[in-house]
């Protein structure tokens, strides 16, 4: 018996992998190949490619493909509907797999409803890609990114809080995290 919840409109393809407690709700599928950690939510209408990763306790909300060469690392959260690409500049009548690049989505990311992750790039540590956003390059740890195409507006805390850093310090307001800014990179204390 399985360790792991899918429900009966979903199919999960033998040789996928799912790790212990995750569960896959409504008008999923996992291909042959997938690897998917523990303790994962992956919600209604989801594609996971079979040569994706997604490591544990992520959230994977509605309508969303993980395609091939996309790599998630664990405690990640995807918004419902955003967008991974694989394909760099695709076109109907050119075939172009041998050409994936590799996507990689750091710990503890965020990315919201709607936003647009193109191809080859990083989200790094922690970072907030807002709603709607598209990243078009990669993605420094704890960065809060907005727009088309997607711009830093400031640094997040673990917690999803915004920092305000003062002389290149910084202490979360919401849970007292500290983070030094040096070199335009944030690290913590």
């Not at 569960?23 to 042959?32: D, E, N, P, Q």
């Not at 918004?79 to 500049?89: I, K, L």
Request: some cysteine; glycine content about 10%; aromatic content about 8%.
């Amino acid at each position: 018996m399985a360790d792991y919840f899918v429900h009966e409109s979903s199919y999960v393809d033998e040789g996928a992998k799912i790790g212990k407690g995750t569960k896959i709700w409504h008008f999923s599928h996992v291909l042959a190949g997938a690897e998917i950690g523990q303790d994962v939510s992956i919600g209604q209408n989801v594609n996971v490619g079979g040569k994706a990763r997604v490591g544990n306790r992520c959230k994977i909300q509605n309508n969303v493909s993980i395609y091939d060469m996309v790599e998630i690392e664990d405690d990640v959260f995807c918004g419902p509907s955003m967008v991974f690409t694989n394909v760099f500049n695709p076109r109907a009548f050119i075939a172009r797999k041998h050409e994936y690049r590799r996507t990689l989505v750091r710990r503890g990311a965020t990315i919201g409803a709607n936003a647009t992750i193109v191809c080859g790039t990083t989200v790094g540590r922690y970072a907030f890609v807002a709603a709607g956003a598209v990243v078009t390059r990669d993605v420094p740890d704890f960065a809060l990114m907005t727009g088309v195409p997607a711009k830093q507006k400031g640094w997040m805390c673990k917690c999803a809080v915004r920092l305000n850093f003062v002389g290149g310090k910084a202490k979360c307001e919401a849970c007292g995290e500290q983070y030094v800014l040096e070199n335009a990179a944030v690290r913590e204390a």
